[in-house]
């Protein structure tokens, strides 16, 4: 069972940039992808990005395209989503997770994961 971490959340203003990290408890070998979903208040959980460290592909929800990057560092067995040029709409619970098939698409659909964290708050003031 792979246990997820997240970090880096917290107030920013518009305009600003967030880094979020994702640490996994167990080596890369349990798990082929970490991607990063969101949920504001009385709205459903959405796909943000993800990656397949294996493969190197990436994907994007349209929303976060040219602000957001996601990334991995397998030493670390930790991802890492930076985020840039914050808008108030980014303002969510952010929750990293994880899926055990080596899935030759990226994948969108959180019901996809296998593994998920607990989630840090971003707040973007406007």
């Known amino acids: 069972q792979v246990q997820l971490v997240e970090s880096g959340g917290g107030l920013v203003q518009a305009g600003g940039s967030l880094r979020l990290s994702c640490a996994a408890s167990?080596?890369?070998?349990?798990?082929?992808?970490i991607g990063w979903f969101r949920q504001a208040p009385g709205k459903e959980r959405d796909f943000v990005a993800t990656i397949n460290w294996s493969r190197g592909t990436t994907k994007y929800a349209d929303s976060v395209k040219g602000r957001f990057t996601i990334s991995f560092d397998n030493a670390k067995s930790t991802g890492f989503l930076q985020m840039n040029s914050l808008k108030a709409d980014d303002t969510a619970v952010y929750y990293c997770?994880?899926?055990?098939?080596?899935?030759?698409?990226?994948?969108?659909?959180?019901?996809?994961?296998?593994?998920w964290g607990q989630g840090t708050q971003v707040t973007v003031s406007s």
């Open positions: 167990e080596g890369t070998f349990s798990y082929y992808g």
């Open positions: 997770a994880a899926y055990r098939a080596n899935w030759r698409v990226p994948r969108e659909d959180k019901e996809d994961y296998d593994y």
